[in-house]
């Protein structure tokens, strides 16, 4: 079985299985075990795996798999049961050489946006299969009490953007402006929430996470009012695989606002750009300051985490060297 030296949800040394923290916050005060009875790297367990995806309506390219807690144990659910959590093993697609880092890379992603910068996330941490391979899992947001609360509706859906004919990346055109427009749109409260989403935007920048599409952020509808979901499927892609964007959505961050020398020169966007940006959604120009002044440097917290995290050492090397050529990026002085 494997060895646990640092909890699995908030990667706080010192713990062989959920922190009482982790317990609270994830498992609303309920002891679970971080091993699962299934090994996503079994043929035969796939099947049954898929199975329940089956019966998902979240959508997405990675598999994803409901769950639930029962009597201390996360398993998967049965057809009819109202599932809690959602399940995220290494892809099965086996053409990605690093693809068994993935849910690790996510975890620790999620982690620092909400330890080291205020982003609020989905619930999340690490469960581990028979096989001893990291299983990423997260709390749904959208059930409390086991009970379907509220709806949730991604920005593809929100701005009636679907698939035409065989165009199956229709979820990374626009820009994240498009985004700003629908949240002072929809919500009434938007001017906090518009904050928030400022900082994932810039967050995911930083973070090299270049897959942030429309359908990775979120409106809540919880009885006829909307409010911006937590943030979800935060990865550093680029340790993967790059994709030659350093942004998710083809447009950018938005037509209307003019690019800085450095962003025309050498096609990366600086601290220049983010500020046009804040202006552009309406930002006030003090409350985009603070949250730039955040990423001008990387706090030793997000050092920190990077090496408690469950990825390999070459991983986290790989990691740390992104994320600083990504600072370097975003410091530039503009002429």
Known sequence: MKTIEVCPSTLRPGFSTYSPQAVKDLFDGVA???????????????????????NMSISGAQEKFSAIIDDGKIRLTHKGEQATYILKPAPFNLSLSTRKQIPANEHLTMQIASQVYGIRTACNGLCFSSSGQPVY??????????VKESSQEDFATVLQMTEEGSDSNFKYHGNY???????????????????????????????????????NFSLINRNGEYFLAPAYD?????????????????????PDIEKSDVYDRTLHPCRLDFERFAERIGLPKKRAA??????????????????????????????????????TRFIRQSE
Not at 32 to 48: A, L
Not at 205 to 211: I, K, P, R, S, V
Not at 295 to 324: G, W
């Open 32 to 54: 679970v075990s971080p091993f699962i009875d299934i090994d996503f790297e079994n043929e035969r367990d796939q099947q049954q795996a898929m199975e329940n995806m089956n």
């Open 137 to 146: 899992i997260t709390k749904r947001f959208d059930v409390i009490n086991g």
């Open 177 to 215: 402006a498009q985004i700003a427009d629908a949240i002072r749109q929809f919500v009434p409260a938007w001017m906090p929430q518009m904050e928030q989403f400022f900082r994932m935007v810039v967050f995911d920048y930083l973070f090299a996470n270049e897959d942030a599409h429309m359908k």
């Open 234 to 254: 935060l990865i550093n892609t680029c340790i993967h695989i790059q994709s030659g964007s350093d942004l998710g959505l083809m447009d950018g961050l938005s």
């Open 290 to 327: 603070s949250v730039l002044d955040m990423f001008m440097e990387i706090p030793q917290e997000t050092y920190a985490l990077i090496d408690h995290s469950f990825l390999n050492d070459k991983m986290k090397r790989t990691y740390k060297r992104v994320i600083e050529e990504r600072k």
